[in-house]
C-alpha cells in the first residue's frame, strides 16, 4: 500500500477572519442598532440607548475586523493588517518566539505579540511555513516555543485565558446593564405625565391578582397589577363599579406589550373618593422594583464568587481532580495532566 505522504504547508498565503465574525457582527450591528434608536426615541430611555449603542459598536467592530485585519505571507516575508488597515512588514527572522495552546497562536516580536485566535482560517498553515523559514534563517535552529500563557491569569493551567476573561467581564457587563435597564424603565409615575380620562366601566375582571376594568369596543384594557395589595379601597372600587358609577382615571399607555394595556396609576370616583392613589401605585412600583433589581442582584452575586473560584482553581489546577476542574472548564481547555504537568 503506497503511503500517504504529509501535505507540505503552502509557501503563501493570507491568514484571514472566518465568515462566522462577519456575520456576527452584522447581526449585532443591526439588532443592537435598531433596539439603540427605537430606545432613543422613547422618551426617558437616553441611558438604555447609551449601552445599546454600545453593544452595537461593538458588534460593528467585527465588522471592521473581518475587512482589516489579516496577514499575508511568502517565501521573503509577511505582512499583517491590524484592525484600523495600518500594515506592518516582517521578516521571518523578526520572530523571537512563539506559543500555541490549542486554541490561540502567538507570535513574538521582541516586545511586540500578534494574536491568531480560533476565529483566524489559515493560522496553522501560516504557522507551519514560518517555523519552516525560520529554520532557513537561522542556520536549521527551531523557532523557540515559550510556555502559553505561563504568566496569564490561570498560570498558563487553562487554555485561551483571553476568551475566559471576555466572557467573565461580559456576563458582567450585561448584568449590571440590565439593573440600569431595571432602574431606567421602572422610574416613579408623575402625574404630570398621565394621561387622563372620564370613564364608566362595562365589565371587571380579576385574572391572576390583576384588576381588568374594560370598556366595551376598547380591546386595552384598564389593568391594576396585585389590586389587594396596592390598593386600600379595592373592594370600595369594585362596589363602586357594580352600582354603575363613574371614575376619572389616570393612566399610563402600554399599546406595544405582548397583551396591550392601559396601567391605571390614579382612579378618583366622581363623587370625590380617590380609590387608587398616585402614592400607592408608586410604592407598587418601587416593591417590584427592589424584587427585581435583588434578583439581578443575586445573579451578579454568584457570578462574581463563581469568577473568583474559578480563577483560583484554574491557577491551582495541579490540586484538583480532573473531575473537579471540569465544573469550571471544558475538559479540552485543561492544560495541566494528573500528575501535574503541563500538557501542551
Known amino acids: 500500500m503506497k503511503r500517504k505522504e504529509e501535505r507540505p504547508a503552502?509557501?503563501?498565503?493570507?491568514?484571514?477572519?472566518?465568515?462566522?465574525?462577519?456575520?456576527?457582527?452584522?447581526?449585532?450591528?443591526?439588532?443592537?442598532?435598531?433596539?439603540?434608536?427605537?430606545?432613543?426615541?422613547?422618551?426617558?430611555?437616553?441611558?438604555?440607548?447609551?449601552?445599546?449603542?454600545?453593544?452595537?459598536?461593538?458588534?460593528?467592530?467585527?465588522?471592521?475586523?473581518?475587512?482589516?485585519?489579516?496577514?499575508?505571507?511568502?517565501?521573503d516575508g509577511f505582512v499583517v493588517t491590524g484592525f484600523f488597515g495600518k500594515k506592518r512588514s516582517y521578516s521571518y527572522r523578526d520572530v523571537t518566539e512563539f506559543s500555541d495552546d490549542g486554541k490561540n497562536i502567538k507570535l513574538f516580536i521582541g516586545k511586540r505579540k500578534i494574536l491568531l485566535d480560533e476565529s483566524f482560517i489559515g493560522r496553522r498553515e501560516f504557522l507551519s511555513f514560518l517555523r519552516k523559514q525560520y529554520r532557513k534563517y537561522n542556520n536549521g535552529e527551531a523557532l523557540p516555543q515559550k510556555r502559553a500563557g505561563a504568566h496569564d491569569l490561570f498560570n498558563g493551567n487553562i487554555a485561551d485565558s483571553g476568551g475566559m476573561i471576555f466572557a467573565y467581564i461580559m456576563l458582567i457587563v450585561l448584568l449590571v446593564a440590565a439593573e440600569i435597564f431595571v432602574l431606567v424603565i421602572m422610574k416613579p409615575y408623575s402625574a404630570e405625565e398621565l394621561e387622563y380620562k372620564n370613564l364608566c366601566f362595562d365589565s371587571c375582571v380579576i385574572n391572576e391578582k390583576t384588576l381588568e376594568l374594560r370598556i366595551d369596543g376598547d380591546g386595552m384594557p384598564y389593568e391594576v397589577p396585585e389590586y389587594k395589595k396596592t390598593m386600600a379601597r379595592a373592594d370600595e372600587l369594585i362596589s363602586a363599579y357594580r352600582n354603575g358609577k363613574s371614575f376619572y382615571v389616570g393612566y399610563e399607555a402600554y399599546p406595544d406589550a405582548d397583551e396591550p394595556y392601559y396601567r391605571a396609576v390614579i382612579i378618583d370616583g366622581s363623587d370625590g373618593t380617590l380609590y387608587l392613589s398616585l402614592d400607592e401605585s408608586n410604592e407598587y412600583q418601587k416593591k417590584n422594583k427592589a424584587q427585581i433589581m435583588m434578583l439581578f442582584g443575586g445573579i451578579l452575586l454568584f457570578w462574581l464568587v463563581y469568577v473568583i473560584a474559578s480563577i483560583y482553581v484554574g491557577r491551582n489546577a495541579e490540586k484538583f481532580s480532573l473531575r473537579f476542574l471540569s465544573m469550571f472548564f471544558k475538559r479540552s481547555y485543561i492544560l495541566v495532566s494528573k500528575d501535574g504537568k503541563n500538557e501542551n
Open 10 to 75: 503552502p509557501s503563501e498565503g493570507t491568514v484571514v477572519h472566518s465568515k462566522l465574525v462577519l456575520i456576527v457582527g452584522i447581526i449585532g450591528a443591526a439588532f443592537f442598532g435598531f433596539c439603540a434608536v427605537a430606545a432613543f426615541l422613547s422618551e426617558g430611555f437616553g441611558y438604555v440607548a447609551v449601552i445599546l449603542a454600545a453593544f452595537a459598536i461593538m458588534s460593528a467592530s467585527l465588522i471592521v475586523a473581518y475587512i482589516n485585519q489579516k496577514i499575508s505571507y511568502n517565501p
